[in-house]
């Protein structure tokens, strides 16, 4: 941004002979790939509707409200008052820039925006250089921007089932090893602080994993 403002003030002083400030838009957007995640990049090449560049913008952005609805959810903050931004009858491209300016706000006041910081920018640029040009219609947009919404929250589903199942494999083998007499007590201390990440009042499914990846136990030890 600071660059983008550099060159207009030199534009502006016509210190920049033969510049075109036309060209500043024509971004190659392959170049943005990498500060996406690649399971979203994988999804958008599985589904043919994402060849378009305004869709995957707005699923970005979806996506990004996503994670704020997340942290209020846990939080116990009700009915995810994200969501409140969101004209469901549709929504113009400038109520979607007005969006856009909130959610990186909202997400450093959940401390999520360090997460997230690549994937507002690979948005802004995908959504900036598309917004002359826009052909989506309002309905369309938020159906897009539902959809990385809901994305994302069906990958958050999978992998708190995937952690559920990691802590209920871990029980057995530290069961198993409690019968053949080992001392567990370090692992049980840590599968009960797992235990209360997941199952508890105030979840934390990212901190569960990591304790429960602390839990090595050679399968060997534990074959029934």
């Known amino acids: 941004l600071q660059l983008n403002l550099l060159l207009l003030f030199l534009k502006n002083l016509n210190l920049l002979e033969g510049f075109n400030m036309l060209n500043t838009t024509q971004i190659d957007l392959s170049s943005v790939q990498n500060m996406i995640p690649e399971q979203i990049l994988q999804y958008w090449n599985n589904v043919e509707i994402y060849e378009d560049d305004q869709k995957k913008s707005l699923f970005l ?52 925006l360090n997460y997230n910081e690549n994937i507002n920018t690979a948005f802004r640029i995908i959504f900036e250089s598309n917004l ?8 369309e947009n938020v159906f897009y921007v539902l959809s990385g919404y809901s994305y994302l929250n069906y990958i958050l589903w999978k992998n708190k089932k ?30 009960s602080e797992a235990k209360d990440l997941i199952f508890g009042k105030f979840k934390d499914y990212k901190k569960a994993k990591e304790l429960l990846a602390k839990i090595y136990v050679d399968e060997k030890e534990v074959e029934i």
């Open 61 to 112: 952005l979806g996506y990004m409200i996503g994670e704020v609805g997340i942290s209020q959810s846990s939080q116990e903050i009700k009915n995810k008052p994200i969501l409140n931004k969101i004209n469901f009858q549709g929504m113009s491209t400038e109520k979607l820039v007005r969006l856009a300016n909130e959610v990186p706000e909202k997400l450093k006041q959940y401390g999520k």
């Open 132 to 139: 002359r040009n826009w052909k989506l219609s309002n309905q």
């Open 162 to 191: 995937k952690i559920k199942e990691l802590f209920i494999k871990k029980s057995e083998q530290i069961n198993k090893l409690k019968e053949d007499n080992v001392n567990v007590e370090n692992y049980e201390k840590l599968l």
